[in-house]
């Protein structure tokens, strides 16, 4: 059935599939930094601090105890930051995104005499496929700025900047190793994959309303008129000559 073939594009293009990959790669997310902080009188040092955070990246809450290099003192820093809206907003939109299609899909195969009824549900179609194209579109662009400020936020490099002990030249700081951040970068990936994939459903979606059968429809009707306009001109002048 062209019909099936053409308008089915929740199923014919995987936008609930990959709206899976795109809330699981982030939504999912934790990762984990390593300092090391060297003091002169080696018995303060700690050469393996972990700091870990997770999803939705509210590393202003994250906290974590370095030694002060003065005696067995110790301060308690927190990282910098909150990205959570960025990331749960991209979150939000892959969630109702993947619902939407499978609501789609279901509704399309079971309830395909309603769907077409008065022409509502392809119109309603039409307008939540642009949506989502559109909100896909800024989600993707909003998470991968947040993404690209939590890699800043969660650099070890930074990181021991932060901490007291490092400002003092006989102390040494280092870096262990940092996030790992394939993840994430997948995440933004899939984030622009389901732009590209509900913008190209548009002209799918926007076949099933009918309007481009109606626009082809009109089309030789305005042509025959101005064909007979023409007509009409050419005699008039005919018979003044």
């Known amino acids: 059935d062209e019909r099936l073939t053409c308008k089915d594009s929740h199923l014919a293009t995987p936008t609930g599939l990959f709206a899976i990959f795109a809330f699981a790669t982030c939504g999912g997310y934790s990762g984990q930094l390593r300092v090391s902080v060297d003091c002169i009188n080696k ?27 003065e005696g067995r003192r110790q301060e308690r820093l927190y990282l910098i930051g ?6 749960e907003f991209f979150v939000t939109i892959a969630v109702f995104s993947f619902l939407y299609s499978l609501l789609a899909t279901v509704v399309y195969i079971f309830f395909q005499n309603k769907y077409r009824e008065n022409n509502r549900g392809p119109l309603i179609d039409f307008i939540v496929t642009v949506v989502f194209s559109f909100m896909w579109l ?9 993404l690209s400020d939590v890699k800043a936020a969660t650099d070890p490099d930074e990181v021991v900047l932060l901490m007291s002990a490092c400002k003092v030249q006989t102390n040494k700081c280092s870096s262990v190793y940092g996030p790992r951040w394939s993840g994430l970068n997948t995440s933004v ?10 913008a190209g459903n548009i002209w799918f979606v926007f076949k099933e309303t009918g309007c481009n059968q109606q626009v082809i429809h009109m089309t030789p009707v305005h042509q025959l008129m101005s064909y007979e306009t023409k007509s009409c001109v050419f005699v008039i002048n005919k018979s003044i000559f």
């Open 43 to 69: 018995s303060d040092s700690n050469l393996s601090i972990g700091i870990n955070f997770a999803y939705p990246f509210r590393l202003n809450r994250v906290e974590f105890d370095v030694p002060m290099c």
């Open 82 to 87: 909150d990205f959570s809206s960025s990331a």
């Open 189 to 198: 990936v899939f984030g622009y994959l389901n732009f590209v994939l509900w």
């Open 138 to 146: 800024v989600s993707s662009s909003a998470w991968a700025k947040g």
